[in-house]
């Protein structure tokens, strides 16, 4: 999803960084789960993501397998770890918009994103979902942001209702930041 929507934003004119925030180890974790494993593997080769990225852009797109209806324990961390930048007003009036998956429907998407856009009220940053901007929305059905749902073995891969809707979020983002930017 992250490199769906990394290249939709490059082809709407942005100047693109993907990261991918580093892995955490949480309560004594012995092995990675299957999910993670397929996390770690889908980001090879990004670099990892600094307080500096979020900073430097003009529009963020965090992403999040939903983790009990909320953002995973790696995100919070870093996303925690922004005070500083928070503190100096660095991430206020940037757009931002998120995306998630799950393994199964109805199985916390929405809540992930409405749990992620918290923090972001607090930034005092721009939240740009998708709504209903564009009909497609009304085929992947999440007005929240871009959700996918992965299959118990994290193995279905995105059809063209999510690679559209992620086309079309990345592209509002950068059209929004823009507009904000008088561009």
Same mark, same amino acid.
């Not at 974790?29 to 980001?43: C, G, L, S, V």
């Not at 939903?66 to 100096?88: M, P």
């Not at 009909?135 to 209702?161: Q, W």
């Given at each position: 999803?992250?490199?769906?929507?990394?290249?939709?934003?490059?082809?709407?004119?942005?100047?693109?960084?993907?990261?991918?925030? $580093?892995?955490?180890?949480?309560?004594?974790? !012995?092995?990675?789960? @299957?999910?993670?494993?397929? $996390?770690?593997?889908a980001? !090879?080769?990004?670099?990892?993501a600094?307080?500096?990225?979020?900073? #430097?852009?003009?529009?963020?797109?965090?992403?999040?397998?939903?983790?009990?209806? *909320?953002?995973?324990?790696?995100? !919070?961390?870093?996303? &925690?770890?922004?005070?500083a930048? #928070?503190?100096?007003?660095?991430?206020? &009036? !940037?757009? %931002?918009?998120?995306?998630t998956?799950?393994?199964?429907?109805?199985?916390?998407? $929405?809540?992930?994103?409405?749990?992620l %856009?918290n923090?972001? %009220?607090?930034?005092?940053?721009?939240?740009?979902?998708?709504?209903?901007? @564009?009909?497609?929305?009304?085929?992947?059905?999440?007005p %929240?942001g871009?959700?996918?749902?992965t299959?118990?073995? *994290? &193995?279905?891969?995105?059809?063209?209702?999510?690679?559209?809707?992620?086309?079309?979020?990345?592209?509002?983002?950068?059209?929004?930041?823009?507009?904000?930017?008088?561009?």
């Amino acid at each position: 999803m992250a490199e769906r929507l990394a290249a939709a934003g490059e082809a709407a004119g942005a100047e693109v960084r993907l990261r991918q925030v $580093e892995r955490q180890a949480t309560g004594g974790e !012995k092995a990675a789960t @299957d999910a993670q494993a397929a $996390e770690a593997e889908a980001a !090879k080769g990004a670099p990892g993501a600094s307080a500096d990225d979020v900073v #430097w852009a003009d529009a963020v797109l965090f992403g999040s397998p939903t983790r009990y209806g *909320n953002i995973a324990g790696q995100l !919070k961390i870093f996303i &925690d770890s922004l005070g500083a930048q #928070w503190a100096q007003g660095l991430l206020a &009036d !940037k757009v %931002y918009a998120g995306f998630t998956t799950s393994q199964t429907a109805h199985g916390g998407q $929405e809540t992930t994103l409405i749990a992620l %856009y918290n923090t972001i %009220y607090h930034f005092g940053g721009i939240i740009v979902p998708p709504g209903y901007t @564009d009909g497609l929305k009304f085929v992947d059905g999440n007005p %929240y942001g871009v959700s996918h749902v992965t299959g118990g073995g *994290n &193995d279905i891969p995105l059809g063209e209702a999510e690679l559209n809707a992620l086309d079309h979020m990345a592209t509002r983002v950068v059209t929004i930041a823009g507009r904000l930017k008088g561009e």
